[in-house]
């Protein structure tokens, strides 16, 4: 079985934005999230979040961690699959026979910006639910494992440089560079859902992404850290972390559209 492709990451990195692009290249067959799908919706759920909001909320049929293996398993067996995940949604089992499946890769972001874009939605959301300690604590296993650091991002720097940043990461990887998927036309939300397979944003963490047609920054409006001692905890909590893995960050690679972006 070739191994999948996988960005292991935080909530509110601009993962999925990533994931777009990969998606949009059309050689990999991309899964939003499945194990955080089964993290918190499935019949092995590992957190009641959302059932402990709505009582009368049921498990997703047949779903649970095993099944969400084999539904990779199978799909890499046709074809390329990338995922893009949370490292906090399979600690509990990445043993050495899970981890061997994966080509790992990592993409990180300023804590800042995450805690107070996800404190934004989910004002009582946890350090584990942001997932910055099990992130590094993956990311030191696979490097003692492999005997070398894997390949990380930085979400400032791709979102500011997305041409040089993704030619670096696809010569990382070992695929082509595709300039065209960094592109694309705007979507209806209905439109948009389809964009990914196994997890649809029911929770509208994405809207921005919708309307969206490449990667850009994005206007930020949220409440500073200093408006919350609990913000101001997490990121104290977050940063070591988030500060280990940028110093292990990949460099952009020249592009033509990336040297006449600066020109």
């Not at 997490?234 to 952009?252: D, F, K, N, T, V």
């Amino acid at each position: 079985m070739t191994k999948i492709l996988t960005l292991w990451t935080t909530p509110r990195a601009t993962s999925t934005a990533f994931e777009w692009v990969m998606k949009n290249r059309g050689d990999f067959t991309c899964y939003h999230e499945p194990y955080n799908e089964a993290f918190y919706y499935g019949l092995d759920r590992r957190h009641n979040r959302y059932f402990d909001d709505d009582q009368s909320l049921q498990p997703t049929a047949g779903l649970t961690f095993s099944k969400v293996d084999k539904m990779l398993a199978e799909q890499a067996l046709s074809s390329p699959v990338f995922i893009k995940e949370f490292a906090y949604s399979i600690m509990h089992m990445a043993d050495e026979k899970f981890l061997d499946r994966f080509q790992h890769t990592f993409l990180i972001r300023d804590p800042k910006k995450v805690i107070t874009s996800m404190h934004s939605r989910w004002p009582d959301v946890v350090s584990g639910e942001l997932g910055f300690e099990d992130l590094y604590t993956l990311f030191k296993r696979i490097c003692a494992r492999d005997g070398a650091a894997p390949t990380v991002i930085d979400s400032d720097e791709f979102v500011n440089e997305p041409e040089a940043m993704m030619a670096a990461y696809c010569a990382a990887v070992g695929i082509p560079y595709i300039a065209e998927s960094l592109t694309w036309e705007k979507q209806t939300d209905s439109a948009a859902k389809k964009t990914v397979s196994w997890n649809d944003d029911r929770h509208g963490f994405h809207d921005s992404l919708v309307s969206s047609s490449g990667i850009a920054p994005q206007k930020r409006a949220y409440p500073p850290l200093e408006s919350d001692q609990r913000m101001l905890d997490m990121y104290a909590a977050a940063r070591p972390h988030y500060e280990a893995l940028y110093e292990h960050r990949l460099q952009p690679v020249a592009t033509e559209r990336a040297e006449a972006a600066h020109a």
